[in-house]
């Protein structure tokens, strides 16, 4: 499904086949490991380009900005487009996740130029419906974190494009949230016909099962980013990657 965009240089006019341009037309999800940002690790001395600059140079090539604080537009504004540089670098997706900002985080996506828009939170949605954000972006791809069989598919049927599911385990960075297990992963996994994205307390040795179940995807945070920028979360990361590359798919035909 290759297509080409025409873009225009300084030298003339060029046609790019890229995996951001294969995106805009077809809305794919890269398989594996899903990058995320978090403001969560201040303290440990993270901040988004910080998390951004180890996704990208460990291979990711999807990075979603969580400005899960009250974070200062301006601030974020300025995150996301030093972020934005740094993908287009490494020719790599961008996701701004409406998170508590919805409308903030909406116009920041717009003046990126964001690949996608992710709701990762219940407020989200209550400031700014789903539909209402698929309407004012339509060129975007759209995912929603779901937590069970039900908001799945009423996710897909409003038009997603993937699905989150949040927490699969218990998660440090939401601890009162009940996990679904893996039984509930594979409920929404076969529920659904658009990409699944595994979150939530995901540690390495589960990466092969989440593989066998059919999920596109997978994100972790704390495991990562509470060492510190370095050596150690380098590893922590490339320990991730490797369990996915390691496992094949049992199933080899993508979710649309």
């Known amino acids: 499904m290759d297509k080409l965009k025409q873009r225009s240089s300084g030298t003339g006019k060029e046609y ?40 990208l140079n ?18 974020a504004l300025g995150y996301a487009k030093r972020i934005r540089e740094l993908c287009d670098a490494k020719d790599a997706l961008l996701i701004v996740d409406v998170h508590f900002h919805p409308r903030m985080s909406l116009a920041i996506a717009d003046a990126v130029g964001a690949d996608g828009i992710h709701y990762g939170s219940r407020r989200g949605r209550a400031e700014l419906p789903f539909e209402e954000g698929r309407g004012l972006l339509e060129d975007k791809a759209m995912g929603i974190t779901v937590r069970d069989v039900a908001e799945a598919k009423a996710a897909e049927a409003g038009g997603a494009d993937y699905v989150g599911t949040d927490p699969v385990f218990s998660s440090p960075i939401r601890p009162d949230d009940k996990p679904m297990g893996l039984d509930g992963l594979k409920s929404i996994v ?59 798919l049992k199933h080899a035909l993508p979710k649309r």
């Open 16 to 55: 790019v086949n890229s995996l951001k341009d294969i995106m805009h037309s077809v809305k794919v999800i890269p398989k594996g490991f899903y990058g995320v940002t978090s403001d969560h690790f201040a303290e440990q001395g993270w901040d988004h380009v910080k998390c951004a600059e180890l996704l």
């Open 58 to 75: 460990s291979g990711i090539r999807i990075v979603q900005c969580l400005f899960d604080t009250f974070i200062e537009h301006d601030k």
């Open 190 to 248: 076969d529920a659904v016909n658009i990409p699944v994205i595994a979150a939530g307390g995901i540690m390495p040795w589960h990466v092969p099962k989440i593989k066998e179940l059919g999920a596109h995807g997978f994100f972790a945070i704390s495991p990562i980013y509470k060492h510190g920028p370095g050596k150690a979360s380098e590893l922590a990361l490339e320990e991730y990657i490797d369990e996915w590359k390691r496992n094949p």
